[in-house]
DNA sequence: CTGTTAGCGCCTTCAT
DNA sequence: ATGAAGGCGCTAACAG
């Protein structure tokens, strides 16, 4: 059917192991005319190498494995084309995985790729614990975490790339602070994963270190209804901010722990019967494509994802070999826009 | 290394090729016991079959190729999330391309998968024409055009699936005409594909049933700085609003090409001083997830994606084999909200 | 510098 | 009902 090395090693009058050398680089074993009547016959011939036959006799594919909770999530869509096209320029094709922030469908698909010859695997994943993937470090396969900074008790071997979100959420609340607002609520899911708590932090103790007391602050962590849905965030956001702003003291600024939840608390807010950006100011995380889209503008924290994202395949492909179990923080980066920017000092009281 | 057929074939005391039969489900050609001394053997040794050598022997593989214009945009990331999750049902893992709505990109993926030995993929390109494909029709490739419906000319094998966007179109602009409004635009990037050609037509002709003079029809049609992008369709439909509520006789209603171009109308609409929803309706196309998170929520069609996805997988794998180049037409729904509900008829003038 | 050789792990006739 | 054997297309020793 599909033309194979052989008949390239015939029509170049040469062996298959020639044709084999030229199309692994190894020039240094032939005479450059050589080279180049196999390359003629190559090309002639339209021949493409059998990646199966490849894979079978090396163990090697140019594939990574790619799990995300879900690409239908905006952040996580935006990130995953940033990764296949990072990764096309080498030559790497991408498996998609969702996994719905569940740890068993994160070692399922791990499984999978295992056994498609997948050996590099950018998982994105903020769970505490990652002892689901211990065994497949084991066996040899590279995993690069995304999204979860390096925890204690993880395996050495793992490497992970995350923004800082400790800072993000200190200069969320900082820009809060400097606008005159006293009475601050943090919104966010389930605190289930390491970045939320880490945001949560920064937040706590950004508050604390200026000076206001516990009772000024709310923080929002909702339990969920068992399905731990990207796509809900929006709503619970929207819930959170009814409830707060019902509330005998309510508060007047809100951090949420992303950019969905973000969008719903504005929601929420403009369902009190207050303006955002006037009466209430509300800061994201994130900063993605929608933040700017919608009414008002979000003022957020934006990750530098395309550095991200090309960082983290630069380590899956080729840092990881060196230098295994590095954890790279990025820099966030505080982005105003009207969800604040009408606030004026003290006018927020 | 890992544990191979052979190996599993001691422990079970048979042939390598009963333990493949086993595989295979070809249990007549064994004992009922036999079957169950070898399926122990491949449970206690954790035996699981190397997919590049059965791909070598067979040509086969559980890989589908998904070609999207950009999974950042959410109409597509929901896409490929309910896609991933059907192929999944069936054994199958999704190689993730983002051709950026370019032929040449298309082929260049499509070529790549057949390297890959894939031969189901899931095209989503809606251009007018797919002359691109056919030689990779010919090798043998299945290929379901998604979002696209079946154009003159094309090869008879290719099987199509969309949702009805004249129908869409209809609906959308029936809907604003029975609230009363007279003057009416149409909001669109470049109008490269069918679907968009489709969507427009189904507005033109429905007001054009509705007695509405030529003139009091506009139709934005941005040629476009170059890039074809996703994402800068929300900032087209902005300077869109913008310029045509500028202009001696605005229009009072909006119907776009899709939700994120009326997203981007709905911020032109407020760009302009005029409040959505009360002074000018906006009616989208998609039904996306943000839809009914923005400020107003927005009015839209719905296309029944889940339906869509897996009834588009369910051709490639199965159905395709049997009736190739058949052409299905899913029936949207109109879904109102509030960037035209609180329009009262006539108020609109 | 180039060719010969021996598999990688599996499936699939064809014998037995 | 089971086994033996050949080969899918490629790479990497090892000869020459």
Redesign the interface.
């Known amino acids: 059917m599909a033309v194979t090395i052989q008949e390239v090693a015939r029509a170049a009058n040469v062996s298959p192991s020639t044709v084999s050398n030229v199309l692994n680089g190894r020039d240094s074993r032939m005479l450059p005319e050589t080279k180049v009547r196999v390359e003629q016959a190559i090309a002639q011939l339209g021949y ?6 490849r ?2 006799r090396t ?1 090697r ?1 140019q ?1 990574l494995g ?1 799990v995300v909770p ?5 952040f ?3 990130f ?3 990764v ?2 990072v990764a096309l320029r080498s030559g790497f ?6 996994s719905e922030r569940d740890p068993q469908r994160e070692a399922e698909y791990l ?2 790729l ?4 997948v050996s590099s695997v950018l998982l994105c994943s903020s769970l505490p614990s990652i002892s689901h993937v211990q065994p497949f470090l084991e066996r040899g396969m590279t995993i690069v975490a995304f999204d979860r900074t390096s925890q204690l008790g993880d395996p050495p071997s793992l490497t992970n790339v995350s923004v800082d979100n400790s800072l993000g959420a200190q200069l969320a609340t900082s820009h809060l602070l400097e606008l005159g607002h006293r009475r601050l609520a943090f919104v966010s899911g389930r605190v289930h994963s390491v970045n939320r708590k880490e945001r949560l932090d920064g937040f706590l103790s950004t508050v604390d270190r200026a000076g206001i007391a516990a009772n000024e602050v709310l923080v929002w962590k909702d339990s969920g209804s068992g399905r731990a849905g990207d ?1 809900d965030a ?1 709503e619970v956001g929207r819930a959170a901010a009814r409830e707060l702003l019902s509330r005998p003291c309510p508060p007047t600024a809100f951090v949420a722990t992303n950019d969905m939840f973000a ?2 608390v ?2 929420g807010v ?1 369902d009190a019967g207050l303006r955002v950006g006037a009466d209430v100011s509300v800061v994201g995380f994130d900063d993605i ?2 933040a700017d ?3 008002p503008a979000l003022t957020t924290i934006r990750q530098p994802l395309p550095g991200m994202a090309a960082a983290t395949v630069d380590y899956l492909l080729d840092g990881a070999a060196g230098q295994p179990g590095q954890s790279v923080l990025m820099r966030p980066e505080l982005i105003v826009r009207a969800s604040t920017g009408r606030c004026a000092t003290g006018e927020s009281q």
């Open positions: 493409r190498p059998n990646r199966a036959a894979q079978l163990g594919i594939m790619l879900s690409v239908a999530n905006p996580w869509g935006t995953a084309q940033l296949e096209s094709r991408v498996l998609l995985c969702n499984e999978e295992w056994a498609d010859g796509l929006a969008i719903g504005c929601a403009r494509m929608l889209l919608t009414f």
